[in-house]
């Protein structure tokens, strides 16, 4: 742990405070919301952005535009006259009926949310929690909704309303394509793992009880004076009731974990602990080195806890990793078929041509149906960004994905113990770009996963049979799992490139088939 820094925690006074358990009182219930007063929130927003080098708030800018010419186009259509000004302030008691959210507002609107948490800011995750009121007081089982809600709650702290919209989505859906349930373990693990600490902390301490009811901000910058001139018995009661009262006051997380990190690496310092940059100097009163390190143990576990989430079977059932070299090895000389997620698959019969291959290769959410889409699966190549199917046994998994840290943190959240023998190693996380060298310049969309395994497998060159069954890309629909119908076919990928590519190497083509060998 390195030397803690001595920026003091952040004071909550009557104003500013936040209400016990987590600080989530007010955030755990919908607000009751009307569309006006969201979508005016919205055009108000929007006219606060600017023209910056902030990416995040450039596509959030975007979502808004978006989200506010949907809405003027459907008034437009609806009446025949102009939409209703959005910056005009409602006169109390009018009358008029509120706005429906209709399926052709609803995804524009979870957009502009998705974008707003994406930019991380206070005054956007505000905007994101209006957004997910309004929607969840006319849709209260979006699960889209809830779970906008679960993810703008942690990212702003407020860990124990989170847990419960997390719980509000899981109890809406069949399938966890998104892994919130691994998440909700890991944050109540790490809420009991910090509960733990703070516990052990009071016990050990009971000289802090008189500094919890204090300001914080005046009890830490006591601490840390009194800890600069070496008096660590003084200073260690007072960092600690600090540390209380930011619990008992409901602190976001984040500001807590930052205290109990400035904290710990005190405590480091001064017991003169090897590398911990400080001496001996004033050691008296540090306590229990064993106890020091129980402490220092119990805040990494939830850290841990709530960046991954637990793990049951950290070998997920004796998985081995697989090499681009030893995939060939695997695939050489079979008969392989890709089968697409369309409704032109869905509504076909093709399911015995389907099994009769050698190979099988399926996608992302993926969807089931013996007689339309066949019944096996030997190779499931997917995203890693959210993890439909990834419980179904396989024999290989290949997942992809541009960012190698992203990658490893999905594989370690989302691999299911047991459900494949073989698991695609670096070498093969992202096909088109690693083992291709075709950068953005040649091919400036992001490649789907099925362009990807496709190059791979025309990359490769080693199979006897090379078709594709029921690719349109999506000329027919998506026919996925019922939890993945409600996602967008992104428009981050180019798929008119894609089919140029697929028809410059076909041999044959017909309605259902495309044949590369």
């Known amino acids: ?66 989200l506010l010419a949907t809405h003027a186009g459907m008034e437009q259509t609806s009446s025949g006259a102009s939409p209703i000004p959005l910056l005009r302030r409602t006169a109390k008691g009018g009358s008029g009926s509120a706005l429906v959210l209709g399926d052709k507002l609803l995804d524009p609107l979870l957009a502009v949310g998705n974008k707003a948490l994406d930019c991380g800011y206070e005054d956007e995750l505000k905007l994101a929690i209006l957004i997910t009121d309004t929607v969840l007081t006319q849709r209260k089982r979006s699960r889209a909704g809830w779970r906008l809600r679960a993810r703008t709650l942690e990212a702003m702290g407020a860990e124990t309303a989170a847990v419960e919209a997390y719980d509000q989505y899981l109890d809406l859906t069949d399938e966890d394509g998104f892994g919130v349930a691994a998440k909700t373990a890991g944050l109540r693990v790490g809420a009991e793992r910090q509960s733990e600490l703070l516990r052990k902390l009071e016990r050990d301490c009971p000289e802090a009880a008189a500094f919890a009811g204090r300001f914080v901000t005046d009890s830490w910058a006591e601490g840390l004076e009194l800890h600069g001139r070496g008096d660590w018995n003084e200073a260690r009661p007072r960092l600690i009731g600090a540390l209380l009262t930011q619990e008992r006051a409901g602190a976001p997380v984040p500001e807590i974990q930052e205290a109990l990190a400035q904290y710990l690496g005190l405590a480091l310092e001064v017991s003169g602990a090897a590398g911990s940059g400080g001496s001996t100097r004033g050691s008296a009163g540090t306590g229990d080195l064993a106890l020091l390190t129980d402490l220092i143990a119990l805040y990494a576990e939830q850290r841990r806890s709530r960046m991954r989430g637990p793990i049951a079977d950290p070998t997920f059932g004796g998985v081995e990793w697989t090499t681009l070299g030893e995939f060939r090895n695997r695939i050489a000389g079979k008969s392989i078929c890709l089968i697409a997620n369309s409704q032109r698959v869905g509504t076909g019969s093709m399911g015995a041509e389907i099994d009769a291959y050698d190979l099988v290769v399926r996608f992302n959410s993926y969807k089931i149906d013996p007689s339309a889409t066949g019944k096996r699966t030997d190779i499931h190549a997917t995203i890693h960004k959210h993890g439909f199917n990834w419980d179904q046994k396989v024999h290989t998994r290949l997942v992809f994905g541009g960012t190698s840290g992203d990658w490893k943190y999905s594989l370690r959240n989302r691999l299911v113990p047991g459900a494949q023998q073989y698991l695609g190693d670096e070498s093969l996380r992202w096909p088109l770009r690693d083992i291709g060298k075709v950068g953005a310049d040649a091919w400036p969309a992001i490649p789907t996963s099925g362009f990807n395994m496709l190059w791979l497998l025309d990359y490769l060159d080693v199979s006897t049979q090379l078709d594709l069954i029921g690719f349109d890309f999506y000329e027919s629909g998506a026919y996925r799992l019922p939890a993945a119908m409600k996602m967008p076919i992104t428009s981050v990928h180019e798929y008119t490139s894609e089919k140029a590519w697929v028809m410059e190497r076909a041999q044959s083509v017909t309605d259902m088939r495309i044949r590369l060998r």
Do not use: I, Y
Request: glycine share 6%; charged share 30%; aromatic share 2%.
């Open 1 to 66: 742990m390195t030397k803690a820094r001595t920026r003091w925690p952040r004071q909550r006074d009557a104003e500013d405070s936040l209400p016990p358990e987590g600080g989530t009182s007010h955030l755990a219930t919908v607000q009751p919301t009307e569309l006006e007063t969201c979508l005016r929130a919205c055009a108000a927003h929007s006219g606060k952005l600017v023209a910056g080098l902030d990416r995040r708030r450039t596509a959030l800018a975007e979502a808004l535009r978006n």
